[in-house]
């Protein structure tokens, strides 16, 4: 039987996942910086040849010890460009261990005690790697302490290494065949496999990543899914090495690819059990938990024609993003497109950026907004995902917004900033524990003023220090009203929003200076007003052109939020005409620039 360890990396974004997978991959296949690099670029360009994308998302990596015993590492990366909870989760769901890579310069953060928590939740064994210790302010000492003291996890194996300089990285390998269990599972039983991860291959058709728990499976084989009841053969399959290398068989404990012998996309594979089609097992695999999206936005596709190719752009990438959500949607102003639900801004900030790179579609986003709850008088419950179809006033019981709990981790001397920012957001708190040098929190704030800027500002008032990590926690009653704007008398419906009530007033006169500084002058004069049930609570007048040229009133910035304005500005050209009047795409996304 083969020694095979599955694992995967946990790391806070720029802790060193990458560096240290990089080191790992050249130190166990043999290859050198250059070959590296050349592996990697042959693989972007037949990539960029084909159009296509394959990326390795698993590697296996051959291991030997000084008793020459050879050991299958299979490294199990977080799929592509998301650094998202559930994508991790499907990570670890096919692993017995992982890698918490914590910078020592840096120290642990929000983020990685979530992941950490769902790795202890799947009893996986979870191995410390303090990263960076070749820096001068590296204090891996109190990291260790704080491992111990806040994810309180034990730390007698933990590795001090340095991916940048290779120093410890032998250490690690010996750890992590020590104490990484084997898989368990057997080849005798029926074939029960887990998807791990799908894409679309222009020339393969669907591609899945996927781990073999019991069983094994070879070219030709005639699979089921068990839950769809679909069939299909196999065509291929194969490892990583990080190329993708055919083989003859897949067997229980490896993870690998195999290509379906379909071109047809009906259904998301991403968490599916594979088994035998001749002698199948029933038993599901435990299905990673879908994940309910957190904000809403009306994409659109800019040239109306390109609808078909949209539609069949976004099908496509759900085939790998379980988290996506889509349904289509009619905007008097912007056309046909797609409601689309996100887990959050940098996943809408993806999609839209793999719409454009990848399909060569652009389109227009409208802000996104929360999913409200709405009680109405004849005790219906209605979940409103876009403001601009929000229900009657006189119909209305009761609005609900959602509220989500957050935790800070920052260092002690930032925590009176927070608080202050906490309250603005109307949140209250939870919990405040002070560790040595650290301070953990716990506040609920409504979520939609989590959404756009919180974790801005957050980064800004601590200097990047503090991290954040948020949960949906539940619907509260709140005072809510529907805002709408009108550009020269027409309601723009995409441009509808739900505010605070104690906020509208002040809110409604903020976006409609917006709009004016963004909106070019016309040969008219253009009104641009705020109306709640109909009653114009705010208004503007954009003059009409004379000699001089059109304002630009905004600028760069290094944040999240800036960055989507700054792409959105980039399709500056992107105008839509409504009535008589042009309107940039920026004005859509308004909202994110009224602070
Ligand atoms: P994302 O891909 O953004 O999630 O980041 P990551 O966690 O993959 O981090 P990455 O490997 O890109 O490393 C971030 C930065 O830290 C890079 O500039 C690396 O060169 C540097 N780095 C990584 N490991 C080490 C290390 O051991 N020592 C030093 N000095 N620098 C390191």
Redesign the pocket.
Known sequence: MKNIRNFSII?H????????SDRLIQKCNGLTKREMFNQVLDSMDLERERGITIKAQSVTLKYIDKNKKIFFLNFIDTPGHV?FSHEVFRSLSACEGVLLVIDTTQGIEAQTIAHCNYAQKLNLTILPVL??I??PNSNPKKVLEDIKNIIKIPIQDAVQC????GQGISELLKKIVQIIPQPSGNVQNSLQALIIDSWFDKYFGIVSLIRIKNGSLKKKDKILIIRTKKIYIIENLGIFTPKRMPKDKLYNGEVGWIIFGSKKIDTTLVGETITSYKNPSNTLLPKFKKIKPKIYAGLFPFEPKKYILFRDALNKLKLNDISLFTEPDNSKILGFGFRCGFLGLLHMEIVQSRLEREYNIKVISTAPTVIYEILLKNNQILLLDNPSKFPKLDTIKEIREPLAICHILTPIKYVGEIIKICIQKRGTQQKIIYHDTCVSMSYIIPLSEIILDFFDQLKTISSGYASLEYKFKKFKKSDLVKIDILINHIKIDSLSMIQHKKNALKNSKKIIEVIKKIMPRHQFNIPIQASISNTIIARTTIKQLRKNVIEKCYGGDISRKKKLLKQQKKGKKKMKQIGNVNIPQEVFFSIFQMN
């Open positions: 790391a974004i720029d802790h060193g996942k990458t560096t240290l650094n990263n960076k070749d820096l340095s991916a940048k300089t």
